[in-house]
């Protein structure tokens, strides 16, 4: 079929095909020759090769009766002798078999050489052929599947590594998230809230970020490594912001946490109800659930809600403002039960749930806390009524506040430190601590109450009217402003405790990075009066050379005899720096030596001071730390000696 098909396209006699069918083994295989040869072949005169033909082709009748054998046998053997597409141009080229059959001996090796290379150019392209031929796939179907397997999937990257498929999160800014979470939702506690809302809130951080933080910090990533490897998905914050995120985050988890343990722990003991569930999931601080759970503890005389309403008039209080115009106390009343026994108690009762209702309410309690923002809410403090100076030990801690025994700041002016001094006066019972609301945010409240939030569906009777602005009023006084004041101290107390922290570690770091006199001899003096001034020198290497004791400022004509000695001792160990504590005696042992200076007392040395803080000193010298570093010396010259040191 193949020879038929070459005899149509190419329009040659049939013997010529055979003629190269007929060809030996070797001799076939030139048809992949050199380029060289082929060049050199065809640059041969027409007549030359006209001529060539006649004379080469007559004895080569004999061998071809020997070839075709062989031909037939490998055909037989080997199905697969259909040549590629190139060799479709082999009767052109099978024309000058005479130099081929001049140069028998080279092209044996050359062809010998070049078998491997050939045999793959010529496999390869029949094996495309095989597995994508129809016939191919129905003759063999196992061989075909495997050269589908072996195929490689389309990949336009030219040998390198598959482009990364991005995930989009569910973000509000449709953010890029290039991970996805390990970790899942499932550990996070469920509450009327969403905790991104929340800590966007609290934070002042898009949601989003909250969002892809909150992922991040699931999957156990660090604060280092978020701030520098992730910066596209946290909007480029700094690591402090991230701190503050993860610590606002922390604190919203263990509420919802200690929320869940207290709603298991209430179903155990049979008081959980739908109002409680609802109100302890609505809380966000732990003020807030402890508002809420503080009646419903073990041990605990319960609420007077919680009385009133295990005298049955809940179904009143709810009807009050349901269903107003059917309401009838009357039928509630029972001579013989306490709480119950006259229409007073009855509506002393149903003013009790109104009022807890009220106080639980998520959205009363949101409108009470915008209102306290839009208002001037201060911090007031009072000397306490029950110190006085006489008791042994109040006197100095009530000299100690003097600056807050009439004090009064707005809570959004207030200083940290404040605050700090504040609460250590009310812990020391010397100063008494007052929130105060301005009226104006009580009468707004109460109106909103009673107008929009907790209106009566239908019309209310006077009388009951009149239950309700009791209602709203108690739960105000009793419950709301209470918490109010619990929420504003605990939140001005955590900011100034945080606040505190960094201005140590800014005063640290400054302390620590101070630049050091390196390389010089320094005169450590330790200022006093009665005892004297301590000396102490030591080497650039911090080793103690000399110590002594000058007595400057015990008389007038002590001061000028005692500079001798300074002089001899900063000679003898070329010592031109001099470092004075700033303790007791400092400004007096500074004016001594800027005298001494200014005069050029020390000359030739050209002698500097500088005034070094000892605080700890004191307590550094008698340490054990200090004894062994300086074991013979005595603790106020060691103090000398660590203060040349800190310089």
């Known amino acids: 079929a193949q020879e038929k098909r070459w005899k149509i396209e190419e329009r040659q006699p049939i013997v010529d095909v055979c003629t ?8 076939r295989k030139t048809v992949a020759a050199p380029k060289q040869e082929l060049s050199f072949l065809s640059g041969m005169s027409e007549s030359e090769e006209g001529s060539n033909e006649e004379e080469d082709w007559k004895p080569e009748k004999k061998p071809a ?34 130099a081929a059959k001049k140069s028998e001996s080279t092209q044996d090796n050359e062809v010998t050489k070049s078998e491997p290379s050939s045999e793959k150019e010529v496999n390869k392209p029949i094996k495309k052929e095989m597995t994508k031929s129809p016939t191919m796939q129905k003759t063999n179907p196992k061989l075909f599947q495997m050269e589908k397997e072996e195929e490689p999937s389309d990949d336009f990257t030219f040998g390198g590594p598959p482009v990364k498929k991005l995930k989009t999160s569910a973000d509000p800014a449709g953010k890029v998230v290039k991970y996805k ?48 490897y992730r910066k596209e998905l946290i909007n480029n914050l700094d690591a402090d912001a991230l701190r503050e995120v993860q610590q606002a985050m922390t604190d919203l988890r263990s509420v919802a946490k200690k929320a869940h343990n207290l709603v298991e722990k209430l179903k155990k003991e049979g008081k959980l109800n739908a109002s409680l569930h609802t109100a302890m999931l609505n809380c966000r601080t732990a003020d807030e659930l402890e508002h809420v759970y503080t009646p419903y503890k073990t041990g605990s005389k319960g609420t007077k809600a919680q009385r009133a309403r295990q005298l049955g008039l809940e179904d009143a209080a709810k009807a009050l403002i349901e269903t107003p115009q059917q309401l009838n106390l009357y039928k509630y009343i029972k001579q013989n039960t306490e709480g119950l026994a006259t229409l007073q108690d009855v509506e002393t009762g149903v003013q009790h749930i109104l009022a807890d209702m009220i106080a639980k309410d998520k959205d009363t309690l949101e409108h ?19 110190t006085g100076k006489d008791k042994e030990g109040n006197a100095k801690d009530v000299d100690k506040f003097h600056l807050y025994h009439n004090f009064t700041c707005n809570i959004n002016r207030v200083q940290h430190h404040q605050i700090l001094a504040i609460n250590r006066g009310e812990n020391l019972k010397v100063l008494t601590v007052k929130v105060s609301v ?26 009951l009217m009149k239950i309700l602005h009791n209602s709203v009023e108690d739960a105000y006084k009793r419950l709301i402003y209470p918490l109010l004041c619990r929420e504003f101290r605990s939140k001005l107390t955590s900011d100034a405790e945080k ?26 003096v330790d200022p006093g009066y009665k005892h004297g001034c301590k000396l102490a020198v030591i080497s650039p290497t911090n080793q103690i050379l000399h110590t002594d004791v000058v007595y400057l400022h015990s008389g007038p004509g002590r001061g000028m005899a005692e500079a001798e000695k300074i002089r001899k001792l900063l000679q003898n160990f070329n010592c031109q720096t001099v470092a004075i504590g700033n303790g007791t005696a400092c400004r007096e042992t500074e004016r001594y030596f800027a005298d001494l200076i200014q005069r050029k007392f020390f000359a030739p040395l050209n002698v500097v001071y500088c005034i070094t ?14 004894a062994k570093e300086m074991p013979d010396l005595d603790p106020n010259l060691r103090s000398a000696g660590n203060i040349a040191s800190r310089m």
């Open 20 to 27: 190269e069918m007929s060809l030996p083994k070797r001799a």
């Open 65 to 98: 009766k020997r070839v075709t054998k062989t031909v037939v046998k490998k055909t037989a053997a080997k199905p697969k002798a259909p040549t590629a597409a190139k060799p479709r141009k082999a009767p052109a080229k099978t024309k000058p078999s005479s």
């Open 181 to 228: 979470a390990k970790s899942s939702n499932a550990d996070d506690c469920d509450m009327n809230w969403n905790i991104v809302e929340v800590l966007s809130d609290r934070t002042n951080i898009e949601p989003w970020v909250c969002s892809n933080l909150i992922k991040l910090f699931q999957d156990e990533n660090t604060i280092p490594f978020i701030a520098r």
């Open 368 to 386: 009470i806390r915008n209102l306290c923002k839009q208002n001037f809410v201060t911090l007031n403090s009072t000397l306490a009524k029950s």
């Open 438 to 463: 301005p009226d104006r945010v009580k009468d707004a409240f109460s109106r909103w109450c009673v107008n929009e939030r907790w209106r009566p569906k239908q019309f209310a009777r006077p009388e």
């Open 499 to 524: 606040e505190s922290i960094m201005m140590f570690g800014r005063n640290l770091r400054q302390l620590l990075l101070a630049n050091p006199v390196r390389g010089r001899t320094i005169l450590g």
């Open 613 to 626: 803080n000892e605080a700890g000193a004191s307590i550094y010298s008698v340490s054990p730390e200090a």
